[in-house]
């Protein structure tokens, strides 16, 4: 028998909890759901039959079980998000229901990706000797090859919101980056602190505008628009041991990490890097 507090329903067949610094949300199902134990954004998915004892009023029985922890990036945006889809159930769930809410979160994972992207690409410029000349470099588009062309290097960013400098590389993008002879090409490695949670991305912008000129104050906004949504959420960050965990790698000095047959080379195909070992 598990005991979980501070249960909330949302109607009967659903309910939120939290337990030991972890979140659950629960619906009930109809037994026809196909679902092999999985995980998308931090959230673990799994069909369970849950116990309670009779003080929180759950009728006992087989669930649809979400789980992740309270302090996950977008925790608090994952809470109302499940709120708001189990409030259209009344009924036990169905296998076209566990597909639609799955489509939708994977959609928050991919937001969370593009944040945790934005906020290391603002760090880098934050962090650089020159805050204009960076603004300038950085990408038009989120759909550029690389984060920053300079006059005399190119910079692709890579962010984890973990303490492990493991990135992951896409294998076209990399080779584009490594056949580069006319500008020096580099790596910048950023692990953002998520425990301290000091600044917010908006503060973090906001020091950066301090900093630019009145052209490139104009000229970072514009590059920002494409980001509005990622501006909403109030989740924060360690800024002084963020900026630290910064670290610059040539490729110059960088082997090729595999050799691929060319009729597998997919724009898809990428591998993960531990450049802990590339120090």
């Given amino acids: ?10 109607n009967s067949s659903s309910f939120s909890a939290h337990w030991e610094n972890q979140s659950f949300q629960g619906i009930r199902h109809d037994g026809n759901i196909v679902l092999l134990k999985r995980k998308i954004y931090e959230v673990s998915l799994s069909v369970e039959y849950l116990e309670y004892d009779s003080d929180n009023h759950l009728d006992q029985g087989v669930y649809l079980l979400f789980k992740y922890s309270s302090d996950i990036f977008l925790a608090r945006e994952l809470d109302l998000f499940f709120e708001k889809f189990f409030k259209g159930y009344n009924a036990e769930i169905c296998q076209d229901d566990l597909d639609k809410l799955l489509r939708l979160l994977e959609n928050l994972s991919i937001k969370r990706k593009s944040l945790v992207g934005l906020v290391g690409e603002l760090l880098f410029i934050y962090n650089g000797p020159d805050v204009n000349q ?12 690389f984060d920053f062309y300079f006059d005399s290097h190119i910079v692709e960013v890579k962010s984890s919101a973990t303490n492990i400098r493991v990135h ?37 912008i906001e020091l950066i505008r301090v ?43 960088m082997s090729y990490f595999i050799n691929v047959e060319p009729e597998v080379i997919t724009d898809r195909l990428s591998f993960n890097v531990d450049f802990g070992y590339l120090e």
């Avoid at 960076?134 to 090859?145: F, G, L, Q, R, T």
């Avoid at 993008?173 to 953002?192: E, M, P, R, T």
């Avoid at 959420?233 to 963020?242: A, H, I, M, V």
Wanted: contains cysteine; proline residues 1%.
């Fill in 134 to 145: 960076a603004v300038e470099a950085w990408h038009i588009s989120a759909n550029s090859v």
């Fill in 211 to 253: 900093k630019l000129d009145d052209d490139k104050m104009v000229l970072f906004e514009d590059k920002l628009r494409p980001y509005e949504l990622l501006l909403n959420g109030d989740w924060k960050f360690g800024l002084e041991s963020s900026l630290n965990a910064i670290k610059i790698y040539s490729l110059s000095r």
């Fill in 168 to 204: 992951k590389l896409n294998y076209s993008q990399h080779l584009k980056l490594k056949s580069i002879d006319y500008v020096d090409a580099f790596y910048c490695s950023v692990l953002i602190d998520k425990n301290r949670k000091d600044t917010s991305l908006n503060d973090l």
């Fill in 1 to 10: 028998m598990i005991k979980i507090d501070n249960i909330k329903y949302y």
